[in-house]
């Protein structure tokens, strides 16, 4: 793999704490790896708040290394869901969440 590219990752049906180790060891060796890293959330269809702060985490680091952190589409069913039930839809995250590619 090349520095500049594009390591998709894509998450579990189950993005729930009971895949949150899986989810974080996939983020980190994305960001290790990728100048972009665009996370498809297309799969999910039961996520919490562990997938969430993973999400968030991970776009920090990445911000950290110069490198961007993506959703594939906007954010739709149970993962947007828990940002609404988390209170995570609106503020500085809204754009991260409602864009997906096309915030980048």
Do not use: N, Y
Not at 14 to 34: F, M, P, V, W, Y
Not at 35 to 64: F, G, H, N, P, Y
Not at 91 to 101: D, I
Request: glycine share 8%; hydrophobic share 50%.
């Amino acid at each position: 793999m090349s520095e500049g590219e594009t390591i998709i990752v894509r998450l579990p049906e189950d993005a729930t704490i009971r895949h949150a180790e899986s989810i974080a060891e996939q983020l980190k060796s994305a960001l290790a790896t990728g100048q972009t890293i665009e996370v498809d959330c297309s799969a999910v269809i039961e996520a919490d708040s562990s997938v969430l702060q993973l999400l968030i985490a991970a776009r920090k680091s990445a911000a950290a290394a110069a490198r961007a952190l993506i959703l594939g589409a906007p954010a739709a069913g149970a993962l947007r869901a828990a940002i609404i039930e988390c209170g995570l839809a609106g503020g500085s995250l809204a754009a991260f969440w409602s864009e997906g590619r096309a915030a980048q």
